[in-house]
């Protein structure tokens, strides 16, 4: 339903943000329970090179979901203890019930596919709905695409999202990596076979790419920021430390998610069984929607 519709509903579910505050205000007047679910507070825009509108969007966004959690909300959702920790040390801890709910995904739909044990080399994959041009995402991926390659340890990288131009023109000249732009969210499940998974987004909140890979049994590998190691125990991928700072967007350490990404390709099914194994235990859809069930119904 809409505000439009001038129906007074039992909950509201806020995911991220909303404008319509007056609404909120009046629903929760008249006794609706106001459930905010809240995503990563944006930060990014305050180190990394954009353009005035994308600041002011993002400083907007982050005031709206701030005033929606202290002062509207009856419980706060966060999507992994990362988030929490986030928010509780930049604006202190909510007046509210607080949670933890991390994502989930289909185990029917992301599983293990018919060649997940063919005897051809995985790839190096990577599913970002955004890849930044800055340094931080482009060495690690340059760098470890090269050197995986020239061992013999993978037929190559191939990356699937939007990538800013600037990172464009330097990740199209690279021979090991092949750009394949963004696609369907349907056709994810086919792409994630035989390979390994890079992260490259710095300090992930709760990514969705991330549990989708596990549940279709492809190890992970990335650098400790933001809910990754969270969502990655080390029968299900490497996690290793950053080596520098994270939040200026520092180039990280290059070698140790070297070191992560051959130990990894070398015990390949070892890793592709625990990382389903953990999507089993902990990702499953239906528990997350059960959760959800059990905030949003009147008795919580």
Known sequence: MYPKDNVLPNVILVVGGTRKLSWLRKCKKKGTRIVHRLDGILWQHKVSSCSL????????????????????ADTVIYQSQFIMDCWHRQYGKASCKETVIYNAVSLSEFCLGSDSQDNSLPKLLCVEGSILSGPAYIQPLIFLSKRLYDLGLISGTVVYGHIERGGYNKLSSSATLKLAGVIPREQIPHILRNAVYLVLEVNPPCPNSVIEALAAGIPVIG??????AELVPPEAGIIVPYGADPWRLDVPDLESLESAAIKVLKNWQEYSKGA????????????????YISVLSPES
Do not use: Q
């Open 276 to 291: 389903r194994k953990i999507a089993e235990e902990r990702f499953n859809l239906d528990n997350m929607v059960e959760k």
């Open 223 to 228: 650098f400790d920021t933001g809910a990754l």
């Open 53 to 72: 509108k994308i600041k002011i969007v993002s400083e907007a966004y982050n005031w709206l979901s701030r005033i929606i959690r202290n002062i509207f």
